[in-house]
């Protein structure tokens, strides 16, 4: 190899096109330079990265587990593959992912705020709301965490406007006040 061409340089060069968005090129990278250093955890990681910005998450999935299988104790690697998972739309084991992340990381907000957004896909709002929270106990100034919480809110009056509709009520403007009026 030449001076240039070293292992971290080449991890280097494509965490850089990852940060410029050109993932297919450190696709390529980290396909050469994973061949050379197959034990190398952080840069199966990175490919794991770059494969889900390429669009492609099953092969994204696949990086993570070999991530995984080097080192099965970084909270990161496991989010990461939850995240990988929910595009696929694959959310049970996403959500076991990040539960796993969590069990590593009870502090790691991204991985509390990611299963609440999972958890709205699976219309499970509460739950949702209860991992936004957490995620806000953690850090009361993360956006990401405040707007999921907002998104399963969301969610959540929704299927109580739906239901409203299924038993009869139509749309009010100003609400519906109820009053228990007894016959005498």
């Known amino acids: ?87 696929l739309g694959r959310y049970e084991e996403s959500i076991k992912a990040f539960d796993k992340a969590i069990e590593i990381d009870p502090s790691f907000k991204e991985a509390w705020s990611n299963k609440s957004v ?9 739950d949702a709301i209860k991992c936004s929270d957490r995620a806000l ?3 009361p100034d993360f956006a990401g965490a405040w707007y999921n919480r907002g998104l399963a809110l969301q ?7 739906a239901r409203a509709k299924e038993l009869g009520l139509e749309a009010v403007d100003s609400g519906i006040h109820l009053t228990n009026r007894s016959k005498k």
């Open 1 to 87: 190899m030449r001076p240039k061409d070293t292992i971290e340089h080449r991890l280097r060069k494509a965490e850089i096109f990852i940060e410029k968005g050109q993932y297919r090129n450190a696709v390529k990278i980290y396909e050469k330079t994973i061949e050379m250093c197959p034990e190398n955890a952080g840069a199966w990681n990175n490919f794991g990265i770059a494969l889900e910005g390429a669009g492609r998450y099953e092969d994204a999935v696949g990086a993570y587990e070999h991530a995984l299988a080097i080192n099965p104790s970084l909270a990161w690697f496991w989010s990461n593959k939850g995240n990988a998972l929910d595009e």
């Open 118 to 126: 999972v958890l709205g896909k699976l219309e499970r709002y509460e």
């Open 137 to 139: 106990e953690i850090d």
């Open 155 to 161: 969610g959540l009056a929704d299927a109580a406007f």
